[in-house]
């Protein structure tokens, strides 16, 4: 029992490190960015083009996260390997299940809110259309990395250790969070944490992924399969 629990959640330096890291990415970053880029503009005499921005952004998350956690990340990894039948099961388990209920509380919300546009499925279309590259590798691959490591391994993988109800809950509240509070704080309207509402069938489905297979890969893969397939479909 004491290997899987190793295995599974971090040590604590890594939470004390991660939960840090979390704060800083969760409620600075948002508003804090902008200002350190156009800081080093000056100092450089050089614009920045934006997709240049998003890049370096999340490849220090991504790196942060891989110096911070790359312990965790190693016993996740063998966990990985050692249940690779059951992590292919619980991903495709885990894509039926995002959608099928996605579709279900969507059509619910929209009997709710059906004049709030998703202001971040917005910004990242424009920013597909603006550079697709760049941003296709942020959207597929480098923020489900960063997003999975903090809100399933930090977030739910050490609160679910203390109370299983608590870790899905403050997980897939925080991830619904991620999505929307800096888009009300920058127009100044409180109704718009409604489409929260849409973000929490995503939240439950990769923290019962990450739980059901052993490893955090399985999250991360299911995380940006679905990001994959909303470009597909023009999000």
Request: glycine letters at 6%; charged letters at 10%.
């Amino acid at each position: 029992m004491a290997k899987k629990q190793s295995s599974l959640y971090m040590t604590a330096g890594e939470q004390i490190a991660g939960v840090v890291f979390f704060v800083i990415y969760l409620l600075v970053l948002p508003f804090a960015t902008a200002p350190i880029f156009r800081f080093v503009e000056r100092l450089i005499a050089m614009d920045i083009p934006r997709n240049v921005e998003n890049m370096v952004y999340y490849y220090v998350l991504f790196a942060t996260a891989v110096i911070i956690f790359h312990g965790f990340l190693g016993r996740t990894t063998r966990n990985l390997f050692d249940r690779f039948p059951l992590v292919g099961k619980t991903a495709l388990a885990g894509l039926v299940a995002h959608y099928g209920l996605n579709e279900l509380v969507y059509r619910l919300v929209n009997l709710v809110i059906t004049s709030r546009t998703n202001l971040n499925d917005t910004t990242i279309s424009a920013q597909i259309e603006d550079a697709p590259r760049s941003t296709l590798l942020i959207v597929i691959f480098l923020a489900p990395f960063v997003e999975e490591v903090l809100f399933r391994g930090l977030v739910f993988g050490n609160l679910k250790n203390k109370s299983r109800l608590m870790g899905y809950a403050v997980s897939c509240l925080l991830f619904a969070l991620l999505h929307v509070w800096q888009f009300a704080v920058n127009n100044q309207d409180v109704t718009y944490f409604l489409v929260m509402v849409q973000y929490l069938v995503p939240g439950v489905v990769l923290a019962w992924a990450y739980e059901h297979s052993g490893t955090l890969w399985t999250a991360i893969g299911v995380h940006a399969a679905v990001n994959a397939l909303s470009v597909l479909a023009g999000i």
